[in-house]
Nanobody, 120 residues
Framework: QVQLVESGGGLVQAGGSLRLSCAASGSILHIHTMGWYRQAPGKQRELVATFTSGSSTNYADSVKGRFTISSDNAKNTVYLQMNSLKPEDTAVYYC??????????????WGQGTQVTVSS
């Protein structure tokens, strides 16, 4: 199985920055996609940014130009640098991975979530 462990959330003022990290561990054969989703109170979970094994990135329109996703493939870790944060970025941020474990088929995995709160 694959486990995702997130870190880096917290409280920041509007205009500030935070960096989230997510490390994948376990019996991993291949990671196709890693990235971040978020869920604000009363709203559906939405994509923030993803990074595929082909070095392709995908961002939500609301974060383009402010957030940057990157990865360290050797460490199976993905990062989300969040700059110019806005109160509307407040949400629980979930790490996501689409991966193939050594004994099993491709599956989607989620971290436990990390709270990001942006004060105005």
């Amino acid at each position: 199985q694959v486990q995702l462990v997130e870190s880096g959330g917290g409280l920041v003022q509007a205009g500030g920055s935070l960096r989230l990290s997510c490390a994948a561990s376990g019996s991993i054969l291949h990671i196709h996609t890693m990235g971040w989703y978020r869920q604000a109170p009363g709203k559906q979970r939405e994509l923030v940014a993803t990074f595929t094994s082909g070095s392709s990135t995908n961002y939500a329109d609301s974060v383009k130009g402010r957030f940057t996703i990157s990865s360290d493939n050797a460490k199976n870790t993905v990062y989300l640098q969040m700059n110019s944060l806005k109160p509307e970025d407040t949400a629980v941020y979930y790490c996501y991975a689409r991966a193939i474990p050594f004994l099993g088929a491709v599956n989607d995995y989620w971290g436990q979530g990390t709270q990001v709160t942006v004060s105005s």
